[in-house]
C-alpha cells in the first residue's frame, strides 16, 4: 500500500515489546492546521504556566487524579476537519492493518487530550489500559489485540510529560507475564527502574497495546504544553473490545469526517463500504437526506 509510513521492523518491534516509538510519523503540514485545532478546542492550553505543580516526591512513581484529564475530547472535534481526519488518515490506518494483520479495522477510541504545565501532576503510577478497554483481559491472539497510537502535535521532551513504559520483556522479570492493571508498591519501584521514555518530537507516534505497562508523567517546561490524540484500533468483529459507540454522540459535528473521508476511511468508522447489501437505493436516499453534502456517488455506482 503506497500510503505505509511504518517498516515490519516497528511492527514486530510492537508485537515484541509492546510498544514502539515510530518518529516523524506525520508531516509538518499535517501538524500545523492539528496544531490550530488543539488552540481552537483548547483556548486555555495554549501555553502553560512557569511552574510546575509538583504532588509527587521525586524518586517516587505518581498517582492517577481527575484534574489530569481536564482537557479531554472524543471525537468528532469541534474545530476544523484536519484534527478530525487524522484517526483515518491512510498511513495510520496502514499500521492499524499491518500490526493486527487483518485490512478491515475499526476505530473504537479517538480523543484528544491537552495538558500544560502547572494544571496538575501529570505523573501516574504504572498501568495496564485494559481496565477501559475490554471487560476481560488482553487477547494472546494476535489478530485479536488493539493497538493504540499516541499521536503527537507538539515535541514531547521529558519535560514535556513524556510517556514512560517497560517493554514487557523487562517487566517479566518484575511482574511475570500474567500483568496485573495494577502493579504493587514494590513492583512500581522495580518497574521504574527500568523505564524508558516515549520523548519524541511532533509528528510522532507511540504506538502500544493494553498489554504493556507504562505511565503518564508530568510537565514541568516552562510554559510547556502537550497536545496528544489517541487513536485506537481493532479487528472488525472483536466485540469485546470498546470505548466509545460513535452514535452515541450523534449531537457533535460529524459531517466534519463523513464530507471529507473516502469510503474506505468510513468503513473504519462502521460504515459499510460501497457494494455492501446495506446499501439500497433507499438507504442511500435516506443517507443523503441525513447528510446532504455526503459524496455518495460511489456507493450509487457499486448498487446492484
Ligand atoms: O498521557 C500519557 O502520557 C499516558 C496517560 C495514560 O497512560 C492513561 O491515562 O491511561
Ligand atoms: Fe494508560
Partial sequence: MTAQRHTA?????????????LPGFLNAEEVAPAVRDFETLYPD????????????????VGAFNPDQFSHFDDLPFACSAAL????????????????????DVRLYQAHTWAKVTGRTDYEQSFHCDF??????????????????MMIYFTDVTDSHGAIHYVTQSDSDAVTGADRTMFPSDLQQRALKQRERSGAAPAGSIFAYGIDVYHRGTNLTAPGGRRFTLTASYKAAGN???????????????????????TPEQLTCL??????????TKRTLRRAQERWPNWDLAPYAAALP
Fill in 9 to 21: 521492523e516497528q511492527v514486530r518491534a510492537w508485537h515484541e515489546d509492546g510498544a514502539v516509538l
Fill in 45 to 60: 492550553c495554549v501555553t502553560g504556566a512557569d511552574n510546575p505543580i509538583q504532588l509527587t516526591a521525586d524518586g517516587n
Fill in 84 to 103: 478530525n481526519m487524522i484517526a483515518l488518515h491512510p498511513a495510520v490506518m496502514a499500521l492499524a492493518r499491518d500490526a493486527l494483520g487483518t485490512h
Fill in 131 to 148: 481496565k477501559n478497554h475490554t471487560l476481560t483481559v488482553p487477547a494472546d491472539v494476535a489478530e485479536l489485540r488493539t493497538i493504540n
Fill in 239 to 261: 466485540d469485546q473490545i470498546g470505548w466509545s459507540a460513535w452514535p452515541y454522540s450523534f449531537f457533535k459535528p460529524w459531517h466534519l469526517i463523513i464530507e471529507h473521508a
Fill in 270 to 279: 462502521g460504515i459499510p463500504a460501497p457494494g455492501d447489501p446495506f446499501w
